[in-house]
């Protein structure tokens, strides 16, 4: 029978389509604005991608995000290296300057300072240069994407970042934070001097444990170092999601597109599926009287919402995504990101969607009095 | 409850007793059925007439098991439609009962021949299996060419052939027809009877005689029952009217299917359909 379910939903051309189109708008809007929440979510915890060496990031611990820290001296940085079980300790500087550019503008950077020594907390990856020549006085890598927010420089070209020189050795792919400025890396010593601050520099200690020790016992030891806290990469993550979708209502204004992408579909699916099964009933009588038992005329109805739905789902996916790539932009990329799980979650949105849709429908066929073939 | 003598093998094709039926409640209520006893014997060709609204759509509903009565006993072929759940109901219907329909009823969306597979395909038949079998019903109501062409496609006529062959496709033991040719012209009506007739004298499944029931208001084919019933407010008459009788004599010609072989060989030397009264099984 599952050949006469798909030829009554799909002889029906106007009503197929009214319900392909409203579920692909719906699974457009999930989707969509599902990716892009990931992806703003993605790009705000974009250093932590970028460093992958460390164990445990040592910063105040009164920190809300990766962001947004208060510095902590290099005396700190001594007492994390002499807590037992931590096999290394680095700093790591994250300031903000303002770099000049050859036009008379000027773009707001992102440095990130590393050790000069150890190089830890560099690039992901190098796509010119070397990395080492970031040991060399005013050198600085720059961030692909931000290439072309900053006059496309080359190797060896000269930039004034806070009304110092700075230049240009190398190139490198990183994520950008959450606002997405123009990103930088230098040593650490050549970042504090273009980004100066107070007494207190280190914007993180980025610490490796020893194999040997318990990541989550070095972290209770350092926390108890005064004015210091130990976060682990998942826990600094979840720290910086919870932030922003707590204090910049991001998680609610898109938690209710998304919502409404769902409300959407469950009313197109209902109304267009009652419609079609109002339109069918007769048909639907028909199959009854000769024979058709429940659970064939459920299997029917769940087979036109399945069929539906994944074509809705379909179409509305391939929408988002045509949109993300639309959006694509050298060095103002749409965050968007369309991870499987995400995918997973409108298919089952889109499932509840086209089942709640055609419940009503499906009451009523189960309803229906097969005498009404004679009428 | 099946009287003795009549074992399944040997039960009457259909047996009423006291069968009621009311629609609405209270003030509102219509009494459709007022206490009809019928039986219908395999290989009968039966028809109910009578006027509009006079019960006979509602006794056939009953009948094919697709309407609960209010009181009273249905047994088809020796099992009452009471005894069965819902779902055990639609697996007899679809193995037992044939329909014919006034407004065809056929599936837009479905060709000819997956309309005619329809019944096979309820019955579990794979579906390969099922369209070679409606090819061959639609051949036999002489549409073999047409298995492709939606309803929307094929002449009234057509879709009524159509509508028989899926009724008849399953082999069904009882074969029940509304108002065949309301819809028809005088020929195609007179058609599309032979083909009904001719399924009284065929078998079922099982090998017993077809039991085919028909409620019309066309006198022109009054002359292919074997015995006719007339209805009026709820109730069968005793025997049929003169009008119902004279109609019946008066389109019955010479050499016409049903003259000779239906009426001429009814009880009581009538040269027309009889009325012959059902038994009722000793009530």
Same mark, same amino acid.
């Given at each position: 029978m599952r050949t006469v379910a798909l030829r009554m939903l799909l002889g029906d051309h106007a009503k197929y389509l009214s319900l392909v189109l409203g579920l692909a708008f719906a699974s457009l809007l999930i989707t969509q604005q599902g990716s892009i929440f990931l992806g703003l979510m993605l790009r705000a915890t974009g250093p932590l991608q970028n460093i992958s060496q460390a164990d445990l990031w040592v910063t105040d611990p009164a920190v809300q995000w990766i962001s947004e820290t208060r510095a902590v001296s290099d005396d700190d940085l001594n007492r994390v290296r002499s807590v037992p079980g931590v096999a290394w300790a680095e700093p790591l500087f994250n300031g903000r300057a303002v770099c000049e550019l050859a036009d008379g503008k000027f773009r707001s950077v992102n440095i990130v300072g590393i050790s000069r020594s150890t190089l830890v907390g560099g690039p992901p990856e190098v796509l010119e240069g070397r990395l080492e020549d970031l040991r060399i006085e005013d050198a600085v890598f720059v961030e692909q994407s931000s290439r072309a927010?900053?006059?496309?420089? +080359?190797?060896g070209d000269t930039l004034k970042l806070n009304d110092r020189r700075a230049v240009v050795v190398g190139f490198c792919r990183a994520k950008a934070?959450?606002?997405s400025p123009a990103v930088m890396y230098s040593s650490y010593a050549n970042a504090v001097r273009f980004v100066p601050l107070g007494r207190k520099t280190l914007t993180y200690i980025l610490v490796g444990v020893k194999p040997d020790a318990g990541v989550h016992d070095v972290? +209770? +030891?350092?926390?108890?170092?005064?004015?210091?806290?130990?976060? @682990? @990469?998942?826990?600094?993550?979840?720290? @910086?999601?919870?932030?922003?979708? +707590?204090e910049t209502g991001i998680g609610i204004n898109f938690g209710i597109t998304v919502l409404l992408g769902f409300i959407v579909g469950i009313v197109v699916a209902g109304a267009i599926f009652y419609q079609f099964t109002l339109d069918n009933l007769r048909s639907f009588a028909v199959l009854k009287a000769l024979g058709a038992r429940r659970a064939t005329l459920i299997g029917m109805q769940l087979l036109q919402a399945m069929v539906v739905g994944f074509m809705g789902l379909g179409l509305g996916v391939g929408l988002a995504s045509l949109f993300a790539l639309a959006g694509r932009r050298p060095g103002a990329e749409l965050a968007v990101y369309f991870p499987w799980p995400l995918l997973?979650?409108?298919?089952?949105?889109m499932l509840v969607c086209v089942f709640a849709g055609s419940l009503l429908s499906l009451q009523r066929v189960l309803r229906l009095e097969p005498a009404v073939v004679f009428k | 409850m099946i009287p003795p003598g009549d074992t399944p093998d040997h039960a009457p094709a259909v047996r009423l007793r006291g069968v009621t039926k009311t629609f609405g409640r209270g003030s509102a209520s219509v009494p459709a059925l007022r206490g009809v006893d019928m039986r219908v014997e395999p290989g009968q060709l039966v028809m109910l007439v009578g006027p509009s609204g006079c019960g006979k759509t509602t006794l056939v509903s009953i009948i094919s098991g697709v309407l609960d009565q209010d009181e009273g006993e249905v047994e #088809?072929?020796? =099992? /009452?439609w009471s005894d069965l759940s819902t779902d055990q109901r639609a697996r007899r219907r679809a193995s037992t009962v044939g329909f014919v329909f006034q407004q065809f009823n056929l599936l837009p969306a479905l060709s000819a021949a997956e309309n005619v597979a329809v019944p096979l395909l309820l019955q579990g038949l794979p579906r390969r299996a099922a369209m070679e079998r409606a090819g061959e019903a639609l051949r036999a109501v002489g549409l073999g060419d047409r298995r492709r062409d939606l309803p929307s496609r094929l002449s009234g006529g057509m879709q009524q052939r159509v509508a028989i /062959?899926? /009724? &008849? #496709?399953? $082999?069904?033991? &009882? &074969? #029940?027809?509304? $108002?065949? =040719? /309301?819809?028809?012209d005088a020929r195609t009506g007179q058609s599309v009877m032979e083909l009904v007739h001719e399924a009284s004298h065929s078998h079922d499944s099982l090998g017993r005689r077809r039991a085919v029931i028909v409620v019309t208001h066309d006198g022109r084919i009054f002359h292919f029952a074997d015995r006719i019933e007339e209805m009026e407010d709820g109730r069968i008459k005793d025997r049929p009217s003169e009008v119902v009788m004279l109609e019946a004599h008066a389109h019955a010609a010479p050499g016409a299917p049903g003259a000779g072989a239906g009426p001429a060989t009814l009880a009581g030397g009538a040269s027309g359909p009889t009325p012959a009264r059902p038994d009722t099984g000793g009530t």
């Open positions: 927010k900053l006059g496309n420089p +080359r190797i934070g959450f606002d972290q +209770r +030891r350092i926390g108890e170092i005064p004015g210091l806290a130990a976060f @682990t @990469t998942d826990e600094l993550r979840w720290l @910086t999601v919870g932030f922003i979708m +707590r997973l979650g409108a298919f089952g949105a | #088809v072929y020796g =099992t /009452a /062959a899926r /009724a &008849l #496709v399953g $082999e069904p033991s &009882l &074969l #029940v027809c509304d $108002e065949p =040719t /309301a819809n028809l």
